[in-house]
């Protein structure tokens, strides 16, 4: 690797239910981290799996002295589990990638080229994507044009969550704490140098998806919301439209009531009031509900995930870290 000095890296590894991937990933993980001869560790993050992921992860940890495990308390969803594992990364870069290896652990050696060229974020592009219904390719395909044509930050399209972070640009998501997530979106907005490195998404080595489309639409709705306004002046324009209708619908119920005789007594000024206050609320509704829903949600400050256990890394601590940062990770349990 032409790097002007060798980088320790974090990689992190969210994991929900992937008791039958868990072994295969981490074999080939640690065979291309080993192969790149510089210091590491592996962080785990159970996001509350209901099957062997528990036990497997902290077997791992007992014959690995790289790995570390963070167990949550519950299934908090994927954008906070990777937070978890930022949150008590160590290493100069820090890499996010899945349990299922549909992201190839081998790209993470083109990821650090780039960083040593001088990329502060370096993203995955899905060239292709293999063994996915042309449903979830469909999806997929929307959600990324979707949110690029309504929000403010645009995101790479056909990229994901598999990326490679400089310890400044975690330390700018570390620094952002809301609620609702969408970590590529958010990667996007902090700015830094970035480019992509483009590869073949494998077939899962095991199990389902974590992302049906149910949470795939869940997922472009917070990035939506989270990144742009476009939805709230969509409800304004909206509600000037019926504004406009109302004040068309005034002028008809006048002429016909003035000028004609085919008029119901009580009639104009009902028909007038409705399409009034049906403009109106749209408007007032629309927005101030939007915002509310919001701000209940940040005023409550509970945390963004909340860790049962930790396992720490049993190897040494890479010569730059500041401190022992899963302490950090443990101390919100």
């Known amino acids: 690797m032409p790097a002007p000095f060798t980088p320790s890296v974090s990689v992190v590894v969210p994991c929900l239910n992937e008791e039958d991937a868990i072994a295969e990933c981490h074999r080939r993980l640690s065979e291309v981290l080993r192969g790149l001869d510089l210091w590491y560790e592996v962080i785990y993050v159970d996001d509350g799996s209901r099957d062997l992921t528990p036990a497997k992860l902290a077997a791992l940890h007992a014959s690995d002295p790289n790995v570390a495990v963070i167990e949550l308390s519950r299934n908090f969803g994927h954008q906070p589990a990777v937070t978890a594992g930022l949150e008590a990364a160590r290493g100069e870069v820090v890499v996010i990638m899945d349990a299922d290896l549909q992201d190839p652990p081998e790209v993470i050696a083109r990821m650090l080229e780039k960083w040593a060229e001088g990329y502060e974020v370096v993203y995955g592009v899905r060239a292709s994507r293999q063994g996915e219904s042309g449903l979830k390719l469909w999806s997929a395909k929307v959600f990324y044009r979707l949110i690029n044509k309504l929000s403010d930050v645009e995101i790479p399209v056909d990229s ?174």
């Open 160 to 333: 994901g969550d598999f990326r490679l972070l400089d310890r400044k640009a975690v330390e700018a998501m570390k620094s952002m704490p809301e609620r609702h997530r969408l970590l590529r979106g958010m990667c996007s907005w902090i700015g830094f140098r970035q480019c992509g490195v483009s590869y073949a998404r494998a077939p899962r080595v095991a199990g389902a998806t974590k992302y049906p489309i149910r949470k795939m639409v869940k997922l472009a709705l917070d990035g939506i919301a989270s990144f742009s306004t476009f939805p709230l002046r969509v409800l304004a324009l909206i509600g000037v439209a019926s504004a406009v209708l109302a004040l068309l619908g005034i002028v008809y119920a006048l002429v016909v009531r003035l000028f004609t005789h085919s008029w119901v007594a009580g009639w104009t000024i009902s028909f007038i009031g409705l399409l009034f206050l049906g403009g109106l609320q749209m408007i007032s509704i629309g927005i101030v509900g939007e915002y509310v829903g919001r701000i209940y949600t940040e005023a409550k400050h509970r945390p963004l995930y909340i860790a049962r256990s930790v396992l720490y890394r049993r190897g040494g601590a890479p010569s730059h870290a500041a401190g022992e940062q899963l302490q950090s990770a443990a101390s919100r349990s």
